[in-house]
């Protein structure tokens, strides 16, 4: 029949179609924290596949959908992923493999790239050293423009190798290396995250005297070096991780209280708190979900600020707060009296 034509296809026809993808690849979007593209989970993925089978079949372009307690929504033809909640807006990309559809006003992924690939050309690495205005190019630009960056530089910020016997003496120089082909600047080096492990699986981090120990007996080696940072880490810069760490330590003084009042809204007595409670909640959320990342490890005030002392005057009002904010969502106490009070 002629209507046929011009309903959009059943959602089976959308599962159907979304096997036209091909084995293994997955759907990607670039996360605004770790700076990296990041595999969607199993359950997004798997809904971005068949919303995108349904969209080449003249169904909508758009399409929204809640995961975690999140709102998102992703837009095939721009190809972005956005968070409803925080407004946040991320590119998407399809991980090994092609798009199996075309739709209609989609710019290509290769387009884009090829784009890229052509500005590039003709550039030399010396060229990117410097910009016509004499300051430097930033190393991140330079990555975008894969120039100027030797092959074995994988610029991940984590880094893995053997140690063996006969290049003991060699560990300052290969460890060095390491960390500067990683992209790891070595003042901020996470010390919890780098470890030895020797042939029979005894482990050593954080102790200089247990690492020494393990290096001195011959029968040890082979020894794997590992630096693998928390994914929310890898690839930051001193001042992004600063800036995390910051977000963090905020996060963390929210959860806390979110947790005292079991994360019931109901306990939260003004009405314009239950919305900031639910914000609250979204944060969290959205925060785990990005980034993979539980706070479990994050530092409290007092730990950030005996760690960067240059903060304790940003973190003033936080400090103050953050100890009975549970007392303040439940109407307990004022917040205005730690905004204006003594």
């Excluded at 030895?196 to 200089?208: C, L, M």
């Excluded at 007092?302 to 904010?325: A, I, M, N, S």
Aim: glycine share 6%.
């Amino acid at each position: 029949p002629d209507w046929l034509s011009i309903c959009p296809p059943p959602f089976s026809t959308s599962v159907s179609m979304a096997a036209a993808f091909a084995e293994g690849c997955a759907w990607q979007f670039l996360c605004p924290f770790r700076k990296n593209w990041v595999d969607c989970s199993a359950e997004e993925d798997a809904r971005l596949k068949v919303a995108y089978s349904d969209a080449a079949n003249n169904g909508p372009t758009e399409v929204g959908y809640n995961l975690h307690g999140v709102r998102f929504r992703a837009d095939f033809r721009l190809l972005t992923r956005s968070n409803l909640a925080s407004k946040r807006v991320m590119q998407l990309r399809l991980r090994d493999g092609e798009l199996p559809f075309r739709i209609p006003g989609q710019r290509s992924a290769e387009a884009s790239e090829a784009d890229a690939i052509s500005a590039a050309r003709g550039i030399a690495p010396d060229s990117l050293v410097c910009a016509a205005t004499g300051q430097p190019v930033p190393v991140d630009v330079r990555k975008a423009w894969g120039q100027g960056i030797p092959e074995e530089f994988t610029m991940t910020g984590a880094f893995e190798f053997i140690l063996q016997l006969v290049d003991r003496e060699r560990l300052g120089e290969l460890l060095s290396w390491h960390i500067m082909s990683a992209g790891v600047d070595a003042q901020s080096l996470n010390m919890a995250a780098l470890t030895f492990t020797d042939r029979w699986g005894n482990v050593a981090a954080q102790s200089k005297e247990v690492v020494q120990r393990m290096l001195e007996k011959e029968s040890n080696f082979p020894v794997k070096i590992k630096y693998a940072p928390p994914k929310a880490f890898q690839s930051m810069t001193p001042q992004d991780m600063l800036h995390y760490e910051t977000v963090r330590t905020h996060l963390l003084a929210v959860k806390n209280a979110v947790k005292e009042l079991d994360g019931d809204i109901t306990k939260v007595k003004h009405l314009h708190q239950k919305k900031t409670f639910e914000r609250y909640l979204l944060y969290l959320e959205d925060h785990k979900y990005q980034s993979e990342d539980d706070l479990s490890d994050a530092m409290t005030v007092e730990e950030l600020v005996r760690k960067y002392p240059h903060l304790g005057g940003v973190f003033g009002l936080t400090y103050k707060v953050c100890g009975d904010l549970p007392r303040v969502l439940r109407g307990e106490v004022d917040i205005l009296e730690y905004l204006f009070g003594g």
